[in-house]
């Protein structure tokens, strides 16, 4: 039998298998390529979608912090002056419900190295807040005092600062580890916080 009568079927046979080959695993490539750019696009959404849940939490913790110093003020300023102001006494419980709140979705949120300064301020707060109450209701501890109370007020204001100056920070890195930076703001639409210094 002639070889070259053999071959030729054999040569169109390895040639269909190859075109099919080349088909199938240039399919295979694309899939696999289409596959790890959607990896790549939820990644991102993710790591958008956390970057502002984080962001909101501090807004509402920074937030809740301020309106809390602010109502222990006004507080401690009708104590000083000696007059029935209800709608103080509700404000201050008001603040302090929204403060409660704020720490507990922080807790669930934040870094630790954030969360140690939120702690620091919650819990600082809260002995404030029993020391005013007490000295509102004509029951003070040893301790207790309006000049006492003061002071811890102040305190707290710097250790606000503080607990920005670590959110800041956090959201820094977050921006700068997503690669998407665009004027100094996340792509996401997650600004920058931004100190205040009147806080007194």
Same mark, same amino acid.
């Given at each position: 039998m002639d070889i070259g009568v053999m071959t030729a079927p054999l040569v169109a046979v390895v040639g269909v298998v190859g075109t099919l080959m080349s088909a199938l695993l240039t399919q295979r490539a694309a899939d696999r390529s289409r596959q790890r750019e959607q990896e790549r696009t939820e990644g991102a959404w993710d790591r958008r979608i956390e970057a502002r849940e984080r962001w909101a939490c501090y807004v509402a913790l920074n937030i809740s912090g301020r309106h809390y110093l602010a109502a222990l003020t006004d507080q401690l300023h009708a104590l000083g002056h000696d007059v029935e102001l209800p709608?103080? +006494?509700?404000? =201050? /419980? #008001? %603040?302090? #419900? #929204?403060?409660? $709140? @704020?720490? %507990? $979705? %922080?807790q669930l949120i934040l870094p630790d190295r954030v969360l140690d300064h939120a702690e620091a301020v919650s819990h600082g707060l809260g002995s404030v807040y029993g020391m005013v109450r007490r000295l509102d209701d004509g029951t003070p501890e040893t301790a207790d005092s309006p000049s006492a109370a003061h002071e !811890?007020?102040? @305190? =707290?204001? !710097?250790? =606000?600062?503080?607990? +920005? %100056?670590q959110m800041r920070a956090d959201l820094a890195a977050s921006r700068s580890q997503s690669g998407r930076r665009r004027g100094g703001a996340e792509e996401s639409g997650v600004a920058p916080a /931004? #100190?205040?210094h009147s806080e007194e």
């Open positions: 709608n103080v +006494r509700q404000r =201050l /419980t #008001d %603040a302090r #419900d #929204d403060h409660r $709140e @704020a720490y %507990a $979705e %922080a !811890e007020i102040r @305190a =707290l204001w !710097e250790r =606000l600062r503080q607990m +920005r %100056a /931004t #100190d205040r």
